[in-house]
């Protein structure tokens, strides 16, 4: 008989120490999560309004792309799940709680980790009836549970919430976490860009920084950098001039499309536009426009237009130069032909 209680006991202690419920209360979401740490049973509650959760499932892109031009990959979406600037609060409180627990930097690295791992595994399908669905750190917070994607995103957004460089891991069919820190013994890392990183694995309870699972092979993983820095994208560019008289200036209308892969508003754009044309002497500079463009907010995107006046001449080339606060600076040249409508 006194065998049977401690299994009983043990059965319930087991139960309750990986779990969550989620309370509505005045427009609240209030997520409490039990789970262990360093054998010890955490509890943390945590606020996320409705209207930000709302927000996410309905307002925002839901899967990962690379955003590809002649082949080239020139824009990749992922860092905007993890730096995504609205709900960036609610993961700051989370990480100032989880660093409550921890006296050094790995301590808070595996308690943040050892959260992540305790959110049960959950495949898109049965969870949100699609193929594929990345959840934002807001959206598993509140849901309780993600697949490989969801619970990387959260691990890292909370790695940047602690100021600890990360990279992100994709391997085939999986997703995970590399953390430039201090392992215990042991543990498995790996170099990039002159960095020691230890992989993270979030799907795996207990498993430790620098444990990889045996069927993760490292040789074959894609290491992705991220910084919170916006991702411009230019595409759909089109100019028209029209035909013009000798010495006269023709009306010119340059067209183009800007999206911002996120994370976080671009501020302060500046778009130069300049028609040039070349010759054996060199090159001369037929018209210039300077323009300040209006911000443009994370996974957003709209249509510019340029108008101005210009000589057409044969051989012109059309440069445009787009700059930003938080941006690297865009140089795009487009060859042209005499008075043309034209696409790129």
């Not at 006194?2 to 006991?9: A, D, K, Q």
């Not at 807001?138 to 619970?151: N, R």
């Not at 892969?261 to 501020?267: M, Q, S």
């Not at 044969?314 to 690297?328: C, K, Q, W, Y």
């Amino acid at each position: 008989m006194h065998n049977s209680w401690l299994v009983l006991l043990f059965l319930l202690i087991s139960n309750l120490t990986y779990s969550q419920w989620v309370a509505l209360d005045e427009g609240e979401y209030l997520v409490h999560r039990v789970w262990m740490y360093n054998d010890t049973v955490r509890v943390c509650e945590t606020k996320v309004a409705e209207e930000l959760y709302d927000y996410y499932q309905k307002e925002r892109d839901h899967y990962f792309y690379r955003y590809e031009m002649d082949g080239k990959q020139i824009g990749d979406n992922r860092k905007s799940f993890v730096f995504s600037e609205q709900g960036r609060p609610v993961v700051r409180d989370l990480t100032r709680k989880l660093e409550a627990m921890a006296r050094s930097e790995t301590d808070r690295v595996e308690a943040a980790l050892t959260y992540v791992q305790s959110l049960p595994y959950s495949y898109d399908s049965t969870s949100k009836g699609k193929d594929e669905y990345v959840r934002y750190p807001v959206e598993t917070l509140v849901d309780g549970c993600g697949d490989c994607e969801d619970k990387s995103v959260l691990l890292a957004a909370i790695l940047h919430e602690m100021n600890i460089d990360f990279v992100l891991l994709m391997a085939p069919d999986h997703m995970a976490v590399g953390v430039n820190c201090e392992p215990h013994n042991g543990a498995t890392g790996f170099m990039f860009n002159g960095k020691k990183y230890y992989y993270a694995e979030t799907t795996e309870i207990d498993f430790r920084i620098g444990q990889v699972p045996n069927n993760v092979a490292l040789d074959r993983i894609e290491v992705l950098p991220c910084d919170a820095s916006p991702v411009l994208i230019v595409k759909d560019v089109q100019f028209e001039s029209q035909p013009a008289l000798l010495f006269e200036k023709a009306p010119c209308v340059l067209e183009m499309v800007l999206q911002n892969l996120g994370p976080n508003r671009i501020t302060g754009l500046q778009i130069h536009v300049a028609l040039v044309t070349k010759s054996r002497r060199g090159e001369r500079v037929l018209a210039e426009e300077y323009r300040e463009l209006a911000d443009l907010p994370e996974c957003k995107q709209r249509s510019e237009q340029i108008s101005f006046k210009s000589l057409i001449k044969e051989n012109s080339v059309l440069r445009v130069e787009l700059t930003g606060d938080n941006i690297a600076t865009q140089y795009f040249e487009y060859e042209m032909n005499y008075s043309q409508t034209r696409r790129y």
